[in-house]
């Protein structure tokens, strides 16, 4: 029932901004994770940013390669999560997929995320 739908990517120049959104449905856990990643041509996927809820607390983490220029968010309702990407470099093309679980431990690993979106293509020119 758990569905993530991503949109918000295109092309930009390095420098610019980019607002990617995921929209969940199916979502009823008062515990989860919700992750980017990101993953280019012939490379590994890689953690990009996550959100974690756990209870009534909500956790921010963000991977080192995007700490002060990403940021991870959600709506108040908890429908969608969002990656607000600022001051963009050519080497954060990638294509960017939203993941989420129930397993809130490895929030950093992919093997660890259950449900995925079927990504959206950022692409940074110089």
């Known amino acids: 029932q758990v569905h993530l739908v991503e949109s918000g990517g295109g092309l930009v120049q390095a420098g610019g901004s980019l607002r990617l959104s995921c929209a969940a449905s199916?979502?009823?856990?008062?515990?989860?994770?919700m992750a980017w990643f990101r993953q280019a041509p012939g490379k590994e996927r890689e953690f990009v940013a996550a959100?974690?809820?756990?209870?009534?607390?909500?956790?921010?983490n963000h991977a080192d390669s995007v700490k002060g220029r990403f940021t991870i968010s959600r709506d108040n309702a908890e429908s969608s999560v969002y990656l607000q990407m600022n001051s963009l470099k050519p080497e954060d093309t990638a294509v960017y997929y939203c993941?989420?679980?129930?397993?809130?431990?490895?929030?950093?690993?992919?093997?660890?995320?259950?449900?995925w979106g079927q990504g959206t293509q950022v692409t940074v020119s110089s």
């Open positions: 993941a989420a679980t129930y397993n809130i431990g490895r929030y950093y690993s992919a093997v660890y995320y259950n449900y």
């Open positions: 199916g979502w009823t856990s008062s515990t989860y994770a």
């Open positions: 959100i974690r809820r756990i209870g009534h607390t909500t956790h921010l």
